[in-house]
């Protein structure tokens, strides 16, 4: 593909610890073109998307921010017709489905994943398959004792996602507990998900799926490098022009 009809891309969190790293593979990539950047902590950069997007023609937002301003950001992508890849956690599955509705209504399209680490989709695949075959299953997400939002993105979108396949089997149901219910975690698309924020931790993703007799635990740990985030959120970026609505989980763009 030649330079003029590279992909033009906006980076939202552009002098971020993950978009930083992706904006210096967007400048050394033949196919994109990274045409504007979002910062409010940087002088050189655009101060919103909105004022970014209306400065300079783009074809894709990505979006490595935070909970507060993502839905935001996205959405206003979306009602100026770029599509938008989505690198920042803290959406619920109601939040997706009020973007998939816009998106469609402009006739773009939105690629998101609670983790752009290919290693991080392979979890993903596993546990729906594991969740076809094992009835029984928690999540536990760990991540910095920083993060604001909870549960990361990642770990919500493992759980809403089998919990495609079936609700897990409960031998005592949450609101039997005795004691305080809270302590049993939250429940996201029917799956028990359990928060742990501590120093040392970036974001870790365990499933732990039990049978009787027997465990099984699916589990990807991030390292203190955003290296392992750029390469799928090229492939996002790349795949997203010419979707229409959104798409959620790397997985999905490996067939």
Not at 102 to 124: D, E, I, K, M, W
Not at 155 to 165: F, H, K, L, N, Q
Not at 222 to 238: K, M, N, W
Request: charged residues 20%.
């Amino acid at each position: 593909m030649s330079r003029a009809a590279a992909i033009r891309v906006c980076v939202a969190g552009v002098t971020g610890w993950t978009g930083r790293a992706v904006a210096d593979a967007i400048r050394q990539a033949e196919d994109l073109e990274l045409v504007a950047g979002v910062s409010r902590s940087d002088p050189a950069s655009y101060s919103s998307v909105a004022e970014a997007l209306d400065a300079v023609p783009a074809d894709v937002l990505v979006d490595y921010t935070h909970a507060a301003v993502v839905k935001e950001n996205v959405a206003g992508a979306i009602e100026r017709r770029v599509n938008a890849v989505v690198g920042s956690s803290g959406l619920s599955a109601a939040d997706y489905d009020e973007l998939d509705a816009a998106a469609r209504a402009h006739g773009v399209g939105v690629v998101a994943a609670g983790n752009f680490s290919l290693t991080a989709a392979v979890l993903l695949r596993s546990a729906v398959e594991a969740a076809r075959h094992l009835e029984a299953w928690e999540v536990i997400d760990y991540a910095s004792a920083t993060k604001p939002d909870a549960p990361s993105g990642t770990a919500r979108e493992v759980a809403e996602r089998v919990g495609e396949v079936r609700s897990p089997a409960t031998a005592v149901p949450v609101e039997d507990v005795v004691g305080a219910r809270e302590a049993r975690g939250a429940t996201v698309a029917g799956s028990q998900v359990h928060s742990v924020r501590l120093p040392s931790f970036v974001v870790s993703t365990e499933i732990v799926f039990g049978a009787a007799g027997e465990r099984l635990s699916i589990r990807h740990d991030a390292g203190e490098s955003p290296a392992p985030y750029v390469a799928g959120t090229l492939l996002a970026i790349r795949a997203v022009v010419g979707r229409i609505g959104v798409t959620r989980g790397l997985d999905r763009l490996l067939d």
